[in-house]
């Protein structure tokens, strides 16, 4: 085999996809009309390309700046092409190994226009070379006909086309090269077995009636880049029929057989008329864009229209209304039902304004899929009916599609009455429609039928569909599965399960012969398969055909996609059905990652998917306790609450199940201030609900109390939003709402437990277990409103009533805290001893809580006031106090902080633990030690402010009255004469003090006699 020849066949593999695309007359008739996409976008591309108009501006013709390769033998190329092309080289740039071909070709089988267009004076010269060719050619045959043929990899969906096109057009969407030497095709179609499972391989013979007008062939040899070989090259979209195709079991391989259609063949002639009639004079640039659609090439035909707004393509206002009317079916296929409304309106507004559009058939159009997308996507049916009934008003050559739809619009609403009233109509106006088309309308009877719960009325619509179909389509068309498909859920919804497998699996074996492989109606017939096991309680089964279905879907569609996400959902329901809660995450996930890519913030469905993969946590947590698990169910409730808080109040009662949840998982997690304040919200929803439920007030105050009881330690605030720092991201005047919610919600607390309280004393005896519960509540709430006098009572009460299921230590420890906070110093330090007494004792308290204790402790003796009361107090009074706190904790407190002293410590300065323990020595009226850890901490704060400060004056001060109390006048007057001169300079405005001063100095140079 020469070089040339293994080059060409390296060539051929790359080509996997023979490029082509039958034109079935049944399918332009039927309910798959769009299957005939294809085939029309490169007839009309290439009408546009040969007649000049589908090019790029002059400045934009350079191959090199359009394409802008990385490979630099491609530079190399393009610059060539850019810089020595001329039209009579166009077949050998074209057969020339080279980047040229390859992005061509790639460009004609892939239908990528954009990559097309640079190419199409190119093309034009093919085509211009092509034909001088075939005119000599065509002289030198001696016979009327030549057989061509061609091996090669072709695609399943391809064949399959192929199968169930027999006898009908078909075209090429690239240029196709064959061969007149029937053993060299055959050699290459055996040469080697396809590379994939997609992929199979055809062995192509091709007549040619050489008398035929049809579009250029020739032979290319002596222009050829490959000269040794024989190759026909037959021009871009030329058509044949496909007479015959067969699997040869010998050679295992496929065999079609083409015939030349000549441009006055009948079929062809009928074809032309059509589209011409289709079109309407319509814009084929915007033609191309709706083929695209038709062949679900979504983002490739948005790109189309968007271009040729942005390109100024057009400038007829009816070309813009088409073009809008265009990308809104491009928007309402991809699931972006807005935009679909806002271009078909844009659309309407250009027919509005054009004279020349006065009752414009494209006005009812825009109206009919108005219609449908305001009651199958929108759910608003008002607006449905309004554009249904703007279609009735114009110039409607559909009159069918529009009761058709108006049925839809009350099928959905259930009203399956007018619905039929409807369908009726629109048979009674398809005269101008195809026995198939018709045979539509009584398939959606019989599904509203079925719905009725009429059977055999039901059926006998999908006969007469039969019948219509029987008579204007092939027995293998596939808008018989519509058919199949229909009667298969009649059975189901029936009950008869069997029998609903039978009809969709025939109209699953129709329509894997006769559909592309990314079609949506199997993508269909697999949700029906998965829905019909899935009653059945086949949970496999159902997933395998559910995950078949969003397979094809994923083909088409982004993952964005209503429909996708709705099969996201779908496989999650299963998963948890089958207890995966691992999977079924996943799914649900893909669901939210999809809708946070198009929905707004705010849209109910968002919150609904977050609550719905909340749930599938807390159902997993409840299985395996996992508190990971049930924190990412909390996240996700909360989300799904920020969600609907963007458009929502928060005493909005849709949120009352919601705050329910989040405070359950609040209280579970012993977030005890976040559980009070959701149960709260949930208050606040009941109370602003009219009229009121008072069951529901006093099951939320239950949930409340509970809160207030899981609470063991009294410092523990459940005032959430007092006691955290406003978040940078939150509004000051909202931050202090909230406060002012919580606020709010303690005052009707304290309200509702205190008139609790109250009828409950006049049945129990005040020191009774039956208020216990009630008196700790109480007690918390005053102590959050900070009315510390009530918080006490009710504390020292229910510390009467000796409750074993509260904890004496908290208890303690809030008597003595709330006592510090009102400043009894010596009641505070009673209880403090109390708690200190209790934890030493106790096993199970851990060291660092007698720290916190005494770090409470040390605090009273610091406050300068308490040293001063301690110092006012006569003797005998000490005395008796010393009996109350006996000199065993006054030891402990000294050898606790003396120890402090010795070790590191992150909580008092050295000079505060001097003043601790000279105070702790003024209780036990050692005045000598109290005066020496007084002047420990003097010299040691004079070191560092050598000027003095106040805390300094406070000191001398101190040990002024400590000297004066031992009689040492002197060293009081010395004392109190250096507080005076410090306060004096460093607080001069803070006369209590200096007065307080001034009072001992005249006492001490005035004796009492």
């Not at 060539?80 to 071909?101: G, L, M, N, V």
């Not at 599938?616 to 909390?634: F, P, R």
């Not at 199970?844 to 605090?859: C, H, N, V």
């Amino acid at each position: 085999m020469s070089s040339n020849t293994e080059e060409k066949n390296v060539r051929n593999t790359h080509e996997d996809r023979m490029g082509t695309n039958v034109y079935s007359a049944d399918d332009n008739k039927s309910m798959h009309k769009s299957l005939n996409g294809e085939f029309i976008l490169y007839q009309i591309l290439l009408e546009r390309i040969l007649s000049g108009q589908q090019q790029l501006k002059s400045n934009e013709q350079s191959l090199l700046k359009y394409f802008q390769p990385d490979e630099k033998s491609d530079k190399e190329i393009m610059t060539e092409f850019d810089q020595a092309y001329h039209p009579t080289k166009a077949i050998h740039w074209y057969t020339r190994e080279s980047c040229i071909y390859k992005i061509l070709n790639k460009a004609l089988r892939t239908q990528n226009t954009e990559e097309i267009v640079p190419f199409g004076p190119f093309i034009k010269d093919l085509n211009m070379q092509l034909s001088q060719e075939h005119k000599e050619f065509t002289k030198q045959q001696q016979s009327s006909t030549i057989q061509v043929y061609r091996g090669q990899f072709i695609s399943k969906d391809e064949m399959n086309r192929l199968k169930s096109g027999q006898g009908q057009l078909i075209s090429t969407n690239s240029f196709l090269s064959t061969s007149t030497n029937r053993n060299k095709a055959l050699e290459f179609a055996l040469s080697k077995p396809p590379p994939n499972d997609e992929l199979t391989t055809v062995l192509l013979e091709i007549d040619v009636d050489l008398r035929a007008l049809s579009k250029p062939y020739a032979d290319i040899k002596n222009l050829s880049a490959f000269k040794e070989e024989e190759e026909i090259l037959f021009m871009i979209a030329c058509v044949f029929r496909i007479d015959k195709v067969n699997y040869n079991e010998e050679t295992k391989l496929w065999m079609a057989k083409f015939i030349l259609c000549s441009e006055n063949d009948p079929d062809m002639k009928k074809f032309t008329e059509n589209l011409t009639k289709q079109l309407k004079g319509q814009n084929h640039l915007i033609s191309i864009g709706n083929s695209l659609v038709d062949m679900q090439k979504f983002d490739d035909a948005q790109k189309h229209f968007e271009n040729i707004f942005k390109n100024q393509q057009i400038n007829d206002p009816i070309d813009y209304a088409y073009a809008h009317h265009g990308l809104a079916k491009v928007h309402e296929k991809k699931g972006n039902h807005q935009l679909a409304v806002e271009n078909f309106d844009i659309a309407l507004n250009y027919l509005s304004k054009s004279s020349a559009a006065n009752d414009h058939p494209l006005f009812s159009q825009c109206y009919n899929h108005l219609g449908l997308i305001y009651s199958s996507h929108l759910q608003n049916s008002d607006k449905a009916f309004e554009s249904f009934e703007k279609a009735l008003n114009t110039n409607n050559e559909s009159l069918a599609m529009t009761y058709s739809g108006l049925a839809k619009a009350h099928f959905l609403k259930k009203n399956y009455q007018i619905s039929l009233e409807y369908l009726q109509k629109a048979l009674d106006n398809s005269s101008n429609l195809s026995e198939a088309l018709q045979a539509g309308t009584f398939i959606e009877m019989g599904k509203v039928y079925t719905a009725m719960n009429k059977q055999e009325k039901a059926s006998e619509m999908f006969d007469k569909a039969n019948q219509l179909q029987a008579k204007d389509l092939s027995p293998t068309h596939p808008d018989i599965g519509y058919t199949y498909t229909a009667l298969g859920l009649m059975h189901s919804d029936h009950g008869n399960q069997h029998k609903a497998l039978e009809f969709i699996e025939k109209a699953h074996q129709l329509q894997s012969e006769t559909l592309p492989n990314n079609h949506p109606d199997l993508a269909e017939t697999y949700q029906n398969f998965g829905d019909l096991y899935l009653k059945q309680a086949s949970l496999d089964k159902a997933l395998h055909f559910y995950k078949k279905k969003l397979e094809i879907q994923l083909k088409t569609l982004s993952s964005s996609h209503p429909s996708v996400i709705e099969t996201y959902d779908i496989i999650g329901n299963v998963y948890l059905k089958k207890k995966d809660f691992k999977q079924a995450s996943i799914y649900f996930h893909k669901s939210i990652d999809g809708q946070l890519e198009t929905k707004k913030v705010g849209d109910l469905s968002l919150s609904k998917a977050f609550e719905t993969l909340a749930d599938i946590h807390l159902d997993q947590h409840n299985e395996v306790i996992d508190e990971k698990i049930l924190d990412k169910a909390l996240d996700y409730y909360l989300q799904s609450l920020q969600n609907q808080l963007e458009t929502k109040f928060l005493e909005d009662y849709s949120l009352i199940d919601l705050y329910k949840i989040i405070a359950k998982i609040y209280y579970k997690k012993r977030y005890l201030d976040q559980s009070l304040l959701y149960y709260n919200r949930l208050l606040d929803c009941y109370l602003r609900k009219s009229p009121l439920n008072q069951i529901n007030i006093d099951h939320t105050y239950k949930l409340i109390e509970k809160v207030y009881l899981k609470k063991h330690h009294f410092n523990q605030s459940l005032s959430y939003f007092n006691n955290r720092r406003r978040n940078l991201s939150e509004n000051q005047f909202e931050h202090i709402d909230n406060i002012h919610f919580e606020k709010r919600h303690l005052d009707h607390s304290s309200n509702y437990f205190q008139d609790i309280v109250n009828k409950q004393l006049l049945r129990y005896p005040e020191k009774s277990a039956n208020l216990n519960n009630i008196y700790y509540i109480l007690a918390n709430i005053y102590y959050e409103k900070q009315y510390f006098h009530h918080s006490l009572k009710y504390f020292l009460q229910l510390l009467k009533n000796q409750p074993e299921n509260f904890s004496l230590e908290n208890l303690y420890k809030a008597i003595a805290t709330i006592y510090f906070q009102i400043e009894y110093w010596e009641e505070s330090l009673i209880y403090f001893y109390k708690l200190i007494q209790y934890q030493i004792q106790s096993q199970t308290t851990e060291r660092s809580a007698i720290d916190d204790t005494y770090e409470l402790i040390g605090k009273i003796y610091l406050k300068f006031d308490y040293s001063l009361n301690e110092l006012s107090k006569k003797k005998e009074t000490l005395s008796r106090r010393n009996s109350q706190i006996d000199n065993y904790y006054l030891d402990q407190s000294l050898a606790y902080f003396q120890n402090l002293l010795r070790t590191r410590n992150k909580i008092y300065s050295f000079d505060e633990i001097h003043r601790i323990i000279a105070n702790i020595y003024l209780k036990k009226q050692n005045f000598n030690q109290a005066l020496f850890h007084c002047q420990t901490s003097l010299d040691n704060q004079l070191r560092h402010k050598p000027k003095g400060n106040i805390s300094i004056a406070q000191l001398y001060f101190i040990m002024g009255d400590i000297h004066r109390r031992q009689g040492s006048s002197n060293y009081a007057l010395k004392a109190y004469k250096k507080a005076l001169h410090i306060c004096q300079r460093v607080d001069s405005q803070n006369h209590g003090f200096i007065d307080s001063i001034q009072n001992r100095i005249r006492l001490v140079r005035t004796p009492a006699i």
